[in-house]
């Protein structure tokens, strides 16, 4: 045998035992209570239970319980914030700011609040909470006014229950078994959402699961909204035609009274 091959082989011969020796991974099992959410005439809002199990390497569970931050959001859409302002005793829109990355829904359900679970970069990056968004800002105005707007995006979408954050709102059993419920709101958007699961240990994420989830209209409502969107002439010319025939029908009966 040649050298060099000889000494490959050894290299592969070394190599292999660390590469068994290697432990599989930590993963996370997922599933939801609802893939898909229709929303009718009479919807109140829903609520997602999401749950599963913490698969171990060889089965070892750990003694100290984990960690889970569980995040769903959807679909991500621009958003101009106007502030309003009394000119000459009239209300107008002065200043605004864009934001290019804004998500329809936002909720947030962990073991222990955030900042017990990891630091400030870590949960940066895998957004979680609400203050780690990205909401990429688009305007030309300062850092102080673009806050400012922000805050108050954030404080509106809070108020409609469109962003949430759940603090305790994921519970652990035998440090295996993980499940949250999540809350729906019934001014929920249509569109594509996401599950993203998030074990934590020691300050670090080691495993992650994401889910879809689809929120669309059903009935009547689907009716309407498809009419919208794909046939927007017939919609529009249909809608001022009911509303001259609503007129014309409140005339006749405001003339009889």
Sequence with gaps: MRPGTLLAALGLAVAMPSTLSAAPPTTLITDISQGRIDINTTFKGADLLVFGAI??????????PPDIAIVVRGPTEPVTVRRRERVVGIWLNTDSVRFESVPGFYAVATT???????????????????RNLQLAPASGASDAETTAFERGLIAQKQRSGLFAEIAGGVSVTRNVLYRARITIPAAVPVGDYTAEIHLIRKGRVIASSTTPIS???SGFERWIYVMAQEHSLAYGLAAVAAALLAGWIASIVTRRS
Aim: without cysteine.
């Design 112 to 130: 222990r609040p955030i900042d017990d679970l990891a630091d400030d970069r870590i949960t940066a990056i895998y957004e979680i909470g609400i």
């Design 215 to 217: 929120i669309g209209k």
């Design 55 to 64: 698969q171990y390497p060889a089965g070892a569970v750990p003694d100290a």
